[in-house]
């Protein structure tokens, strides 16, 4: 098999992609490359006989000398947000070494609806999608659903409250693990396509947040109600609550995308590429009980 470079695969959802690829995938170590800033935080996977290489997306160079070699590329999207267009400006220069080393697929994590979505970074996954298709080079986007992982940020708090504060009002958001994201993309990555792809990776239902109130006071055994505010209100309780200010814009956008229908897109794309059914957001809650608080 041709070689399969990983980017960000000291990362969460990195190194659960690698891990789908030797178990689930059954592909050879000898023919995955784990990309980091830092190979030292990828010992345990070197010691399995995966490649390392070092690959820093403010490091034009690095990139090239990584790229190099490489059939299939996934450049999982970078988590530098501190300030418009960075990460548009990283990807873009992952973009033009894939294009100059000879890479034969980019793969790429995205967003749903990208094209209309309210999420205030969803402009730099348009832009790179762009900047792949202007490259020429053939393309799979996965575009990812927001995690279940993604309520651990919220919910416990909540909980500890009994009150849920959101301004998504009856909007619904398809819920997917982590894990199984990877292994869609893990099954994306070693699938042969006739032309350019573009799948959508969604759990089995969207729910609203009241819906999943219920489910976490289910499992929890706590009381929890939603308390429905407008966007100004919500602001305005995360700035009381002590949220960093300039996180405050980005938390108010992923309710107002909630809210406009940019998360409730279903889709059986997950089972396609891992051949396994998505698990539940009961199931996930309920094996991550103690996450809840």
Same mark, same amino acid.
């Given at each position: 098999?041709?070689?399969?470079?990983?980017?960000?695969?000291?990362?969460?959802?990195?190194?659960?992609?690698?891990?789908?690829?030797?178990?689930?995938?059954? /592909?050879?170590?000898?023919?995955? /490359?784990?990309?980091?800033?830092?190979?030292?935080?990828?010992?345990?996977?070197?010691?399995?006989?995966?490649?390392?290489?070092?690959?820093?997306?403010?490091?034009?160079?690095?990139?090239?000398?990584?790229?190099?070699?490489?059939?299939?590329?996934?450049?999982?999207?970078?988590?530098?947000?501190?300030?418009?267009?960075?990460?548009?400006?990283?990807?873009?220069?992952?973009?033009?070494?894939?294009?100059?080393?000879?890479?034969?697929?980019?793969?790429?994590?995205?967003?749903?609806?990208?094209?209309?979505?309210?999420?205030?970074?969803?402009?730099? !996954?348009?832009?790179?999608?762009?900047?792949?298709?202007?490259? @020429?080079?053939?393309?799979?986007?996965?575009?990812?659903?927001?995690?279940?992982?993604?309520?651990?940020?919220?919910?416990?708090?909540?909980? @500890?409250?009994? !009150?849920?504060?959101?301004?998504?009002?009856?909007?619904?958001?398809?819920?997917?693990?982590?894990?199984?994201?990877?292994?869609?993309?893990? @099954?994306?990555?070693?699938?042969?396509?006739?032309?350019?792809?573009?799948?959508?990776?969604? @759990?089995? /239902?969207?729910?609203?947040?009241?819906?999943?109130?219920?489910?976490?006071?289910?499992?929890?055994?706590?009381?929890?109600?939603?308390?429905?505010?407008?966007?100004?209100?919500?602001?305005?309780?995360?700035?009381?609550?002590? /949220?960093?200010?300039?996180?405050?814009?980005?938390?108010?956008?992923?309710?107002?995308?909630?809210?406009?229908?940019?998360?409730?897109?279903?889709?059986?794309?997950?089972?396609?590429?891992?051949?396994?059914?998505?698990?539940?957001?009961?199931?996930?809650?309920?094996?991550?009980?103690?996450?809840?608080?």
């Amino acid at each position: 098999m041709s070689k399969i470079l990983v980017t960000g695969a000291s990362g969460h959802l990195g190194r659960l992609v690698i891990q789908s690829l030797l178990e689930d995938q059954k /592909v050879s170590p000898s023919d995955i /490359v784990a990309a980091s800033r830092d190979t030292a935080k990828l010992a345990d996977l070197a010691a399995k006989g995966v490649e390392t290489r070092r690959a820093d997306f403010d490091d034009a160079s690095s990139l090239a000398s990584a790229f190099a070699g490489i059939d299939r590329l996934l450049i999982i999207s970078t988590d530098a947000l501190d300030r418009p267009g960075r990460r548009l400006e990283q990807h873009s220069v992952a973009v033009a070494a894939a294009k100059a080393t000879g890479v034969g697929r980019i793969f790429y994590t995205s967003l749903p609806k990208v094209e209309t979505s309210l999420v205030s970074f969803a402009p730099d !996954h348009a832009g790179t999608e762009q900047a792949i298709k202007d490259s @020429g080079i053939p393309y799979t986007f996965f575009r990812n659903g927001w995690y279940m992982e993604n309520l651990f940020m919220s919910v416990p708090q909540a909980l @500890g409250s009994g !009150h849920w504060y959101s301004s998504a009002a009856d909007g619904r958001n398809a819920y997917v693990a982590r894990a199984d994201i990877a292994a869609a993309i893990a @099954g994306g990555l070693v699938k042969q396509e006739a032309g350019n792809a573009v799948y959508t990776l969604t @759990g089995t /239902v969207a729910l609203t947040t009241e819906e999943i109130a219920a489910l976490v006071s289910q499992v929890s055994g706590k009381p929890l109600s939603v308390v429905h505010l407008n966007d100004e209100q919500l602001a305005g309780g995360m700035k009381g609550a002590g /949220v960093p200010e300039f996180l405050i814009p980005m938390l108010i956008s992923f309710e107002a995308n909630a809210r406009a229908g940019g998360f409730d897109a279903v889709t059986d794309d997950v089972k396609s590429l891992s051949g396994k059914t998505p698990r539940d957001l009961k199931s996930f809650l309920e094996a991550n009980k103690a996450a809840l608080g």
